[in-house]
T-cell receptor, first 112, second 113 residues
Framework: LAKTTQPISMDSYEGQEVNITCSHN???????ITWYQQFPSQGPRFIIQ???TKVTNEVASLFIPADRKSSTLSLPRVSLSDTAVYYC?????????????FGRGTSLIVHP | DADVTQTPRNRITKTGKRIMLECSQT?????MYWYRQDPGLGLRLIYY???????NKGEISDGYSVSRQAQAKFSLSLESAIPNQTALYFC????????????FGSGTRLTVV
């Protein structure tokens, strides 16, 4: 099974840009990379998805290098409400089937 | 109504009891998943189903079983609950091979005493 690696925790301050990197060495050719946000006692919520290069939406940007073995979630000008756990998700081929693999998550704390 | 509904939201049960957690979805997705979350360990996959006739073990399937009663329903059973199965359980659905685009339920908090 593919493994993903993320920093366990990060700290930031309101108004700063935050970059969280996920490593996924065994990503499959057809896999997309997806990031989720989770608040305590809630299910994860989709943030952004990409295949290669750069994707941007109203809340974040996702940077994926050409080899696709890593990805970086960028949160511009974070606020206190961005304090959450962020997960990186890729699929992995196992016995011919795709299996979603979550990273262990990065706990982001935004300070005033 | 929520796209993915889990019942119950909270449950306390005794060691050795059989318990079923239920999940239903209105997304029309073929793929359904059960995850377990423990503090500091992120989400770990228990079982997943790509369609009604396809059930697969995930990373931590021991002690659990599942039933895909219909496209919209996927239940998780603990045949004989033990305290280390105390955790937050999430059901999710998706419709892409990559596993992207998961829609999660609100979770079931299970405590085994």
């Amino acid at each position: 099974l593919a493994k993903t690696t993320q920093p366990i925790s990060m700290d930031s301050y309101e108004g700063q840009e935050v970059n969280i990197t996920c490593s996924h060495n065994n990503i499959a050719t057809n896999d997309y990379i997806t990031w989720y946000q989770q608040f305590p006692s809630q299910g994860p919520r989709f943030i952004i998805q990409g295949y290669k290069t750069k994707v941007t939406n109203e809340v974040a940007s996702l940077f994926i290098p050409a080899d696709r073995k890593s990805s970086t979630l960028s949160l511009p000008r974070v606020s206190l409400s961005d304090t959450a756990v962020y997960y990186c998700l890729v699929g992995d081929i196992h016995r011919g089937s795709y299996i979603p693999t979550f990273g262990r998550g990065t706990s982001l704390i935004v300070h005033p | 109504d929520a796209d993915v509904t889990q019942t119950p939201r909270n449950r306390i049960t005794k060691t050795g009891k059989r318990i079923m957690l239920e999940c239903s979805q209105t997304k029309g997705h073929d793929r359904m998943y059960w995850y377990r979350q423990d503090p500091g360990l992120g989400l770990r996959l228990i079982y997943y189903s790509f369609d009604v006739k396809d059930i697969n073990k995930g990373e931590i399937s021991d002690g659990y079983s599942v039933s895909r009663q219909a496209q919209a329903k996927f239940s998780l059973s603990l045949e004989s609950a033990i305290p280390n199965q105390t955790a937050l359980y999430f059901c999710a659905t998706s419709d892409l091979h990559s596993g992207a685009g998961h829609t999660f339920g609100s979770g079931t908090r299970l405590t085994v005493v």
